[in-house]
């Protein structure tokens, strides 16, 4: 069987990623919250405390920005937004290190839930978790068995690592029926979720023992493949998008502390070697913004056939620039970006977080040779 190589060039119109005045009013309604209720005092106070994050946050973000039903279509309950507008949401998100549950319920969860084979069947837990009222886990490269028998779907296996694992209602996964392989929805009433350490504090993980939860299967054999793709790009692309902000707030956060810092009786950004590495992470922050901007973009357009291309290079791009800017923030930042107190280690703990839960950029280079036939 002959491999389609893929072109590794931009195959949309670039205007998808131009900027536009709406899009603009919705990244201020989201830096104005995120400003109001996610400082990073807060962020730290919510992650200490159960469930892992701020439910009076996760509540606002739902009951008054419905980040949720965005880009859910209208005729499910949802606002029939794009991908790009989600996009803005997801940088502004990212660069504030929210611990709501915003990329596995708010965004991959709710699109699996409207991709369901049986809109109906499943209406009642999507608008539970548009409200907010229900958060939905996702494990979309894990694969567990499911049973039926008298009429009862019950699944049978072991899910690790899920993130907000401890706080989700459902579970979204990989499931094999007999011989099938379809997408289930799990229920987690009566799953107990063992916590594990994690690296990254906004982030909690937790493994779940599947043993006889009630399942119904959201996807059947005919579509599971083409529906796990299509959750899989959107995940990807939602997470270079939180990447992106990451990149962009440590150069915003850096460059005003190099523009305070003394030494020699002179601002230390005035320094060659300082500005050298600020120029670096400027380059890293517009390239992982442009990546991001078409990934998410590329997701509105149908039949796009880069659409996986774009993914995988905004995936390697976004990781990679995050975590450099990681790294130099809390080096330019001396002393101080080294403890406890200062933000800068957690952004450090998130992309070293994202990388274990969901491969990082080298990942996600393999994929690009992979697609690309080299």
Not at 27 to 55: L, N, Q
Not at 268 to 281: C, N, P, T, V, Y
Request: hydrophobic share 45%; proline share 3%; charged share 20%.
């Amino acid at each position: 069987m002959t491999q389609q190589v893929r072109t590794i060039q931009p195959e949309a119109d670039p205007s998808i990623i131009l900027p536009s005045e709406e899009r603009e009013e919705l990244r201020s309604v989201i830096v104005g919250f995120v400003d109001r209720h996610a400082s990073h005092e807060a962020i730290r106070e919510s992650v200490e405390a159960d469930p892992g994050y701020s439910t009076a946050r996760w509540a606002t973000l739902n009951d008054e920005l419905q980040i949720a039903a965005l880009a859910v279509p209208e005729a499910l309950g949802g606002h029939g937004f794009g991908f790009g507008d989600l996009g803005v949401i997801l940088e502004e998100t990212g660069a504030a290190l929210l611990p709501e549950p915003i990329l596995a319920s708010g965004v991959v969860g709710c699109q699996a839930l409207a991709r369901a084979d049986d809109a109906t069947a499943v209406a009642d837990l999507l608008a539970g978790v548009l409200a907010g009222g229900s958060v939905v886990a996702t494990a979309l490269d894990q694969t567990v068995a499911l049973e039926t028998a008298d009429g009862t779907t019950v699944a049978r296996g072991f899910a690790e690592g899920v993130l907000w694992g401890t706080a989700a209602d459902h579970l979204v996964v990989v499931a094999t029926s007999g011989t099938d392989t379809v997408l289930a929805v799990i229920d987690l009433a009566q799953v107990p979720a063992t916590p594990r350490e994690v690296v990254d504090l906004t982030r909690r993980r937790a493994d779940l023992a599947l043993d006889g939860a009630p399942a119904r299967i959201l996807v059947g054999p005919g579509r599971s493949a083409q529906v796990l793709a299509e959750l899989r790009r959107i995940q990807g692309a939602s997470l270079a998008a939180e990447h992106a902000g990451i990149a962009s707030r440590l150069v915003e956060a850096t460059v005003e502390y190099v523009r305070q810092r003394q030494q020699f009786g002179r601002a230390i950004g005035s320094f060659q070697a300082i500005k050298h590495r600020l120029s670096d992470m400027l380059v890293d922050r517009e390239r992982a913004r442009a990546a991001a901007l078409y990934a998410m973009a590329i997701l509105d357009e149908e039949g796009a056939e880069d659409a996986e291309m774009a993914v995988a290079v905004a995936s390697a791009v976004c990781a990679d620039a995050a975590t450099r800017s990681a790294y130099e923030a809390i080096q330019l930042h001396g002393g101080i970006g080294f403890t406890w107190e200062h933000s800068a280690h957690f952004y450090l703990r998130r992309m070293l977080g994202d990388e274990g839960a969901f491969g990082g950029g080298r990942a996600a280079r393999q994929e690009i040779a992979q697609l690309a036939g080299v």
